[in-house]
């Protein structure tokens, strides 16, 4: 399968932190989600993608191409909504479309005023005078209204409500439908994560945890409610980590070993990150 881009050992040093030889690839048609809590590495990896911070060392290619190379062209095949506002506050919604216009060969002025109706983003108003969650919708609308290939999402849902959020989802899924697009997506609400994605790559201070399928992170792990000598009588090994209430256990545990108890379900993507994160660690190895 093509890839659309690849990162090998990404390296990037800072004082207090470090990118520890990171790699990964985002295909052709596929969603990828990039999880994991604050300060993990997420922006700082989307950045060094976009080139706008210079790594220590490693190789990213986007398109085939180093992504230090790309011309003006294949960097307008690249959408990216950052998990921050960069646009002039005092311009009208509007008057973006005639600076981007002039900015971007492949800018689509009638996609763009279609997208903003669709997310109800008043166009007359000013950007100061959005909401965040409007602020985060016109973003997405700028970055969807070129022909893009790639879309680079640090946080794009931040702010928005579900009905908006589902919107984005449909968008996002119809985007890859042609096999022929890819999304790389962060994002804290991983819920959405799940719909949408492929692939999740889930990091934690910098390091790779675990890349798969969403079925490798959903259909491998439960979540069990026990007594304290039940888990004291559990194969450890079947066991990942636990966190404790008093005499009740709650437990990330190999999928399919532990149903004997009433209160098992299947672990979301927001179990298996919380139970990593700040769970008591078992003995069972998580991959």
Not at 31 to 42: A, C, E, Q, R, T
Request: hydrophobic share 40%; glycine share 6%.
């Amino acid at each position: 399968m093509e890839n659309m881009i690849e990162v090998r050992n990404l390296v990037k040093s800072y004082k207090s932190f470090k990118l520890n030889s990171i790699s990964f690839d985002i295909p052709k048609g596929m969603i990828v989600g990039l999880i994991g809590g604050n300060g993990s590495g997420k922006t700082t990896i989307m950045k060094c993608i976009l080139s706008l911070i210079f790594k220590n060392s490693g190789e990213i290619h986007i398109f085939s191409k180093n992504n230090d190379e790309l011309t003006l062209e294949e960097k307008e095949k690249i959408g990216v909504v950052l998990d921050e506002n960069c646009l002039p506050s005092n311009i009208r919604v509007s008057f973006l479309d005639r600076i981007f216009k002039n900015s971007f060969k492949t800018w689509n002025s009638k996609k763009y005023f279609d997208l903003l109706a669709k997310f109800n983003v008043d166009s007359s108003k000013r950007v100061k005078e959005l909401s965040k969650g409007m602020k985060a919708k016109l973003n997405i609308a700028i970055a969807l209204t070129r022909d893009v290939k790639v879309l680079i999402l640090d946080e794009p849902v931040n702010g928005l409500d579900p009905l908006s959020r589902d919107e984005l989802n449909d968008i996002l899924l119809n985007f890859v439908k042609d096999k022929e697009h890819s999304v790389l997506i962060s994002s804290h609400i991983l819920s959405d994560i799940e719909i949408i994605s492929d692939k999740i790559i889930f990091i934690d201070k910098g390091s790779i945890v675990k890349i798969g399928s969403i079925t490798d992170f959903k259909d491998k792990y439960d979540v069990v409610t026990l007594l304290k000598e039940q888990y004291d009588n559990l194969n450890k090994e079947n066991v990942f980590s636990h966190k404790i209430n008093g005499d009740i256990y709650t437990c990330l545990v190999r999928k399919g070993t532990i149903n004997e108890y009433i209160k098992c379900r299947t672990a979301s993507l927001e179990d298996i990150m919380v139970f990593y994160l700040k769970g008591i660690k078992d003995e069972g190895t998580f991959n």
